[in-house]
């Protein structure tokens, strides 16, 4: 079943693959006539296309968190402005946003730290060095130690982004000393989510403007 928290917009496909609805108008009304295993999705909008009753349709339910589910379902009602279905198990898409990295070079501060239940405020915020970053976590090197579980408190661009990343891999080298830490975002809110795609996006622009600066020399 459709997981009712966090969703950041809702696709509609047809079985041909063609993409007829996109939404973020998502509401979850009472069913009166409740299908066992299955919740009722209406999306609201201006300009649906009409889809007849019945009719077979393939819907994307896109998360904040980059998750990315897929429900075969049908039609139950469609105009212009709304359109209802029901929707039951669905099926986990790769995270094709979360996946893309770009290599950053900046610094970050970091207040405190969550070990189980406990939390640990520094003294002064400690610097953390980033080193690659993409909607779904970072990669950052630092002075201070930490373990895999931990929650780091990130403060970064300027204070725009605050957010609370887990630790889920302590990177060694080859002499056995800390590299740095990979790590995934906590609860990235919709807001900061776009945040992160629009600074990944232009460091992606940057990144190829270097390249052609870079070959315009060598030719």
Avoid at 144 to 157: I, K, R, T, Y
Avoid at 159 to 183: F, H, P, S, T, W
């Amino acid at each position: 079943m459709i997981n009712k928290d966090k969703i950041s917009r809702v696709l509609v496909y047809d079985t041909n693959g063609k993409l007829l609805i996109s939404t973020k108008s998502v509401f979850f009304p009472k069913d009166f006539f409740r299908i066992k295993g299955k919740d009722l999705v209406m999306l609201k909008g201006a300009d649906f296309p009409l889809i007849s009753k019945g009719e077979k349709i393939d819907v994307v339910v896109e998360y904040i968190n980059g998750t990315r589910v897929k429900y075969e379902t049908t039609v139950d009602l469609c105009t212009e402005y709304q359109i209802n279905f029901h929707v039951g198990q669905g099926e986990v898409l790769e995270e094709r946003r979360r996946s893309f990295k770009v290599s950053v070079d900046f610094d970050a501060l970091s207040p405190f730290y969550i070990r189980g239940e406990e939390m640990y405020a520094f003294d002064d915020p400690i610097m953390l060095h980033f080193v690659n970053i993409n909607l779904g976590g970072v990669y950052f090197s630092s002075s201070s130690e930490f373990e895999a579980g931990d929650h780091v408190m990130l403060n970064f661009l300027d204070g725009e982004m605050q957010l609370l990343a887990e630790i889920l891999r302590v990177q060694k080298n080859d002499e056995g000393k800390i590299d740095g830490y990979g790590c995934r975002f906590l609860d990235i809110n919709q807001t900061q989510e776009e945040r992160l795609a629009r600074f990944i996006f232009d460091c992606q622009v940057l990144e190829r403007e270097r390249r052609k600066a870079k070959e315009s020399i060598f030719k």
